[in-house]
């Protein structure tokens, strides 16, 4: 039975997947092949430390998911540009998670421009997405 976490989580990646033509993995390590359209690489992030309720028992977590933006190629920043607009689309049409999260919010990606020898260069940010939710039990 998957914990509240890891379907929430999956739920994320799910909501990304709704982006056109941009293959989205989820805690994998970055191919050989970066797609045209981009890639990204959805990462557990952390749950932080909860803050508590007592009456009923609940943790309430501020997880930071991080999301991983890779491009490649002569358009790589309009690519880039795209891709986060597209990122906050779709996650703007559901803050909820369909009821499974209080809110989801993302954060400005921090952009790096990464030379690889031999072929064109990359442009790489991590966007952490805050997912706020509430569990029963810390290890859900």
């Known amino acids: 039975m998957p914990t509240t976490r890891e379907t929430i989580l999956t739920a994320l990646a799910d909501l990304l997947r709704l982006i056109p033509f941009v293959p989205v993995l989820r805690g994998e390590v970055l191919p050989e092949r970066v797609p045209a359209a981009g890639l990204l690489i959805l990462r557990d992030g952390d749950p932080g430390d909860p803050s508590v309720t007592l009456s009923p028992l609940l943790y309430h ?16 920043d309009a690519t880039f540009a795209t891709l986060c607009g ?5 996650i703007s049409a559901d803050h909820t998670l369909g009821g499974l999260c209080d809110w989801i919010e993302a954060e400005a990606p921090r952009p790096v421009d990464l030379p690889i020898e031999g072929a064109a260069s990359l442009k790489a940010a991590i966007i952490t997405i805050v997912l706020h939710y509430s569990t029963s ?3 859900a």
């Open 86 to 90: 597209q990122i906050g689309a779709v």
């Open 137 to 139: 039990d810390p290890l």
């Open 61 to 76: 977590f501020q997880h930071r998911a991080e999301l991983e933006i890779i491009v490649q190629g002569v358009g790589r």
